[in-house]
């Protein structure tokens, strides 16, 4: 399986902005967020897939848990095969 592009893409700049933000915003912490830094590029394609595997859930639980209450399903068809009389 591979990972989406657009959602990986959008995840490295997530985690670009983040860690910016935590080096401009914390000095002490400057040499912990440059060395964790490689380590979060080789985790992209993982995270990536957790966020895509986030979204596709809730998507699909938010199309029934909106309408709050469940259509009725029509019952199956049971299938029915033609049988040759033995005489």
């Keep these: 399986m591979k990972c989406n592009l657009k959602v990986m893409l959008s995840v490295a700049a997530l985690i670009a902005a983040a860690a910016g933000f935590a080096y401009l915003t914390f000095e002490e912490a400057r040499a912990g967020i440059l060395a964790s830094l490689p380590i979060l590029v080789v985790l992209l394609c993982p995270i990536s897939m957790l966020v ?3 979204f596709m859930h809730s998507s699909s639980d938010g199309d029934q ?6 259509k009725p399903r029509a019952p199956a068809a049971e299938s029915i095969t033609p049988t040759k009389e033995v005489s």
């Design 52 to 54: 895509m595997m986030k």
């Design 65 to 70: 848990s909106t309408s709050g209450t469940s």
